[in-house]
């Protein structure tokens, strides 16, 4: 089977023909017109494999983790392609940026949210985000090897795309990324949590399937690892853990493990790019912060815990605070209030109950319905229970950790460091600021996030965002390898085609408004999520309207 679907990659006409800019928008059309009809048993069969087949909440989250941000990572790549046609460079929402240079702890800053297209500025009101681009580097060049890689339209090599289980957006973002923009055909080796997929991408994705570009299999880890053995794959890339990424590329053994990689000598030696876990942490800056701005940030912190039933790898693991910060307690009392007040979910991911027992140190049971609860254990200390600091819960469970900070720029030094040298990984973190502070300390705050060593830094907002955005790189930060893999190698969706960059950092205000579709208890969220891929599919102002009333609708 395996070589029967490898050959007819190898048979393909794109082979030959190639992969030019055109044929690249054509197909990014193309492939929104075919996703649309395929939206409802998308979210469908999403919210009935995370076995909640009735929760209109659930379907609406399934809308705007998968078909939703589907359409507008297609929508982006067709404005770029378009871009490089004409122009011969992406537009960014601020040209002028390139002449009047911004910096960060030193480094260049690149405007990359809100876009210049898709209603970015009205719908996403209060939110920006910057790539902070690698020392050294020239702004004017941010693409120069990547739209050479493009110009050439030969393709030739063959990826193999190692999906994810949790979140359907990652296995087709990951497969559009290496064929589409990588210009590689592509096998996704779909995982078997959430392979009741595969008939629907080979759908919604039917002109990649038909170009020659992509295929997609089921089966299990020995499906997988004749994947990756197969002399016809030239790369792999997979989203996963670290133990996982480990065992395909050092081998099973620990042994073996340790050997390889003093030597030097790995098991798999083709290139390899990955999205690994995280322990990702919030960061509270003391301060005086109004009962609408503590409450909007609590909120903020409560969906990042129990959206996908804490099944994400951008989830918050760890919320820092300072121990003598006088709202402490208040805040933490609208945090577990907030937590309490979202519908339990079942525990969908296979080893969740196991690991849940084990960070919780409890021996819990799913209620009737096979959920568990989401928990938020107070006052934790890394030298106590050192466990859920050190290695990715992967279910719903988050800790709070005080820090013995004198004042505010104190703790957030210490906060910093913390997170740099404590946790593991380099995905994502998140840091709130009060507005005196951040009106105040602006240089202290530019210090910091530039110190931050994460490849997204979000400001009073969840990093969730900026990876359902699309223009922002999404990937570990920097200096990862495949001996110390952290949170990856590489970065995916990255719409503007950016090269040499370092991480994004996203703006947003402590109180949103709308409520964001993604809190829980949004009202109106399915009806939102419709709308707004309505309007990226056949955009009028009408739909706009329509959009904005059931926003508000929702508050």
Known sequence: MID???????????????????????????????????????????ARGKQCPNRIDVVAEELLSGPLIAVRLLRLLEQSFSDLLLYGYTRLPQPEALHHERRIHGKPLLPIFPTLSLWDRLIFRGISADAVLMERTDPRKRHYALYRQLQDTSVSKISLVLGAGNVSSVPFSDAIHKSLVCGHQVILKMNPVNAYLKPIFERAFAPLFQEGLLVAIEGDSQVGQALVDHPA???VHLTGSAHTHDRIVWGDDPQEVLSRKKAGTPRLTKPVTSELGNVSPWIIVPGVYSTKELTSQAMHMAASIANNAGFNCLATRVIVTCQNWPQRTEFLRLLQQSLQSIPKRPAYYPGALERYRRFTQTNIDPDDSGCLPYRLLESQSIDQNPLVFEEESFTCVCVETPLASQTASQFLDEAVAFCNLRLPGTLCA????????????????SQALGTLRYGCVSVNQWSALAYSLLTPPWG?????SLEDAQSGIGYVHNTYLLERVEKTVLYGPLVNFPKPVWFPGHRNALRVGRELIGLYHQPSNHRLLKLFQHALIGC
């Not at 998140?430 to 705050?445: H, L, M, N, T, W």
């Not at 570990?476 to 990862?480: I, N, Q």
């Open 476 to 480: 570990g930060a920097p200096g990862a």
């Open 233 to 235: 794959v030239d790369d």
């Open 430 to 445: 998140s840091v709130s600021f009060p507005k005196k502070f951040a009106e105040q300390k602006r240089r202290v705050i």
């Open 4 to 46: 029967s679907m490898i050959q007819r990659l190898l048979d393909a006409p794109v082979r030959k023909h190639g992969l030019s800019l055109e044929r690249r928008i054509d197909l990014c059309r193309s492939c929104v017109e075919t996703l649309m009809p395929t939206v409802d048993d998308w979210i469908d069969a999403g």
